[in-house]
């Protein structure tokens, strides 16, 4: 009978449930991995609850290291980022995949493996959500002094655009706010960021901008509608290089 495991959709939730079933159906015997809020019910199965733990990640995380190498890693931590459901099924399939390779550090370049093909194209959307974020993040400074950013994407890119940010403004107190999955960023000057979730933010008080701010939110919308040529605006164009869902938090489209 196949065991699917449930997990929560973090990334420690995920590795934990992948952790589960390495050491039970490894060999032999089917497995999935269902996150919470999308299960869908199959016939003939058997549901297990995941009891999250770092430790189990931390294990995951060197196993993959270790026998996959570092680029398998890398891909996978992304694909474990994604919003699709069947991400945990996808790494674990690629985990199961590798054993059967004399070298399991060429693991990702065997993409006619079902596992590891839906591994490299969730990989493939993070990474260019999280591009995409980088170029077009806007922060905006608070009556706190505090510089700040509010996103929503549709994956977990937080920690792969945090290091951006970070290398660029170690001298400043910044945080960036992941509405969709209620989730932080917070850089305190000249220290690491770190990763909060599961807190009730007071979304008000990111509206409370100081002086300076708004006049230069003022200064940048002009410039912004000056240096416009009306005879050659292509909407068309705009939307292919900046997609409109992504403007939302954007001082230039702000209204």
């Known amino acids: ?71 398998a890693y890398g891909r996978l931590y992304y694909a474990s ?23 399991s550090t060429r693991i990702m370049d065997h993409l006619t ?40 994407p549709k994956n977990q890119v937080l920690t792969c655009i945090a290091p951006h940010f970070a290398d660029r403004l170690p001298l400043e107190n910044w945080m960036i706010y992941d509405k969709t999955h209620g989730m932080f960023v917070v850089h305190e000057a000249r220290k690491k960021w770190v990763l909060v979730s599961d807190v009730c933010a007071d979304e008000s008080r990111f509206d409370e901008f100081s002086e300076s701010e708004e006049e230069i939110q003022k200064l940048w919308k002009g410039f912004f509608h000056t240096i416009s040529i009306e005879e050659r605006e292509s909407y068309a164009r705009q939307r292919q290089h900046l997609p409109i869902w992504y403007r939302k938090n954007m001082v230039e489209f702000d209204e």
Do not use: Q
């Not at 495991?5 to 032999?28: M, P, Q």
């Not at 299960?39 to 995941?50: H, K, Q, W």
């Not at 980022?81 to 070298?103: C, H, N, P, Q, V």
């Open 1 to 71: 009978m196949k065991r699917v495991y449930i997990c929560r959709d973090t990334v420690t939730g995920l590795y934990s449930a992948v952790y589960d079933a390495w050491s039970e159906c490894r060999n032999d015997g089917e497995a999935g991995i269902a996150l919470k809020d999308h299960i869908v019910p199959e016939l003939f199965c058997e549901y297990v609850e995941t009891r999250e733990a770092e430790k189990k990640a931390l294990a995951v995380e060197k196993l993959i290291r270790s026998h996959l190498g570092e680029y």
């Open 81 to 103: 980022l994604s919003y699709e459901a069947d991400k945990g099924d996808a790494i674990f399939g690629t985990m199961r995949a590798a054993r059967k390779l004399t070298d």
């Open 113 to 152: 493996e079902p596992s590891v093909r839906r591994c490299f194209e969730l990989s493939r959307n993070v990474g260019n959500e999280a591009h995409f974020f980088k170029e077009f993040l806007r922060f905006r400074e608070l009556k706190s002094g505090v510089l700040f950013a509010k996103i929503e």
